[in-house]
């Protein structure tokens, strides 16, 4: 099947810094990646699409400075929270597509003080 | 634009009993169907999925049928497990970008 993973799998970090996150495509290559967030007991939001080779696209009300989306490679994303503050701590969870269905990644649990 | 409502949650049953999640959803066009699962500390996993109307999608004895007529998707098991216990998400995909819309998720919680 069609395996996705993510690292680091958590992270605690000041308030101020910067954290990268990736995402990666084990078994397939993926031109489009899928970036969401999860809030407690909540459904995913979807922050940005991202695509090889070019800018990623941002879901109305995500702050393109703020989270910093690269997709070098076609198994390979990452998320760069910028400056990061309490309110960033989430679960951040990406996806690939392959087939035509989107393979979710384990997530990213990030925790800000 | 597109959504997807699931029946609220949390849903509570014993071991074995009948489960039925109930999903509505709005589109346009003629969207892919799935239904996601989330076990507790996990991310999701694919449960199954239906392209067309009228499609059934089946995995690990859970069930779901496209209904294009009623604009649902159901997702169906005969006899839960306490395994079963998680979060089911039902959602849709436009076939253009493939950008899936969920709902808000249901619990299962199954007691022995």
């Known amino acids: 099947g069609a395996v996705v993973s993510q690292h680091p799998s958590r992270v605690i970090c000041k308030s101020g810094t910067s954290v990268k996150i990736e995402c990666r495509s084990l078994?397939?290559?993926?031109?489009?990646m899928f970036w969401y967030r999860q809030f407690p007991k909540q459904s995913l939001m979807l922050m940005a699409t991202?695509?090889?080779?070019?800018?990623?696209?941002?879901e109305q009300g995500v702050e393109k400075d703020k989270f910093l989306i690269n997709h070098a490679s076609l198994t390979l994303s990452t998320l760069t929270v910028t400056s990061a503050h309490p309110e960033d701590s989430s679960f951040y969870i990406c996806?690939?597509?392959?087939?035509?269905?989107?393979?979710f990644g384990p997530g990213t649990r990030l925790l800000v003080l | 634009g597109n959504s997807v409502t699931q029946m609220e949650g949390p849903v509570t049953l014993s071991e074995e009993a009948f489960l039925t999640i109930n999903c509505t959803y709005t589109?346009?066009?003629?969207?892919?169907l799935f239904w996601y699962v989330q076990y507790p500390g996990e991310g999701l996993q694919l449960l199954l999925k239906a392209t067309k109307a009228d499609d059934k999608g089946s995995n690990k004895g859970f069930e779901a049928t496209y209904r294009k007529e009623t604009t649902s998707f159901h997702l169906e098991k005969g006899s839960v497990q306490v395994s079963d216990s998680a979060v089911y998400f039902c959602?849709?995909?436009?076939?253009?970008?493939?950008?899936?819309?969920f709902g808000a998720g249901t619990i299962l919680r199954v007691k022995s």
């Open positions: 996806s690939a597509i392959r087939t035509e269905t989107q393979y």
């Open positions: 991202s695509n090889e080779g070019s800018k990623a696209t941002y």
């Open positions: 959602a849709l995909s436009d076939r253009d970008g493939n950008k899936l819309v």
């Open positions: 589109a346009t066009g003629y969207p892919s």
């Open positions: 078994d397939f290559q993926a031109t489009t």
